[in-house]
């Protein structure tokens, strides 16, 4: 998705979820469906309130059903 910004479960404090709008609802997902990172991300994120969705599948079903990405840098 256009905006979307990688934001590893493992780079997820309390002081880094702060600095994020309250106001969005986050979308969290992993490489496929036998990665966790997804889930952490999610927990993490509703443990400080926020408003937060798993995309089922992760990022491999997004691609095969072939939705766009784009790379960065």
């Given at each position: 998705?256009?905006?979307?910004?990688?934001f590893?479960?493992?780079?997820?404090?309390?002081e880094?979820?702060?600095?994020?709008?309250p106001?969005?609802?986050?979308?969290?997902?992993?490489?496929?469906?036998?990665?966790?990172?997804?889930?952490?991300?999610?927990?993490?994120?509703a443990?400080?309130?926020?408003?937060?969705?798993?995309?089922?599948?992760?990022?491999?079903y997004?691609?095969?059903?072939?939705?766009?990405?784009?790379?960065?840098?």
């Amino acid at each position: 998705m256009a905006g979307a910004v990688h934001f590893s479960h493992h780079d997820m404090t309390p002081e880094s979820i702060a600095a994020l709008d309250p106001s969005v609802v986050y979308v969290t997902y992993g490489w496929g469906p036998g990665c966790n990172g997804g889930v952490r991300a999610a927990a993490k994120l509703a443990a400080q309130g926020l408003r937060v969705k798993e995309m089922l599948g992760g990022i491999e079903y997004w691609n095969r059903q072939g939705f766009p990405t784009e790379k960065i840098g």
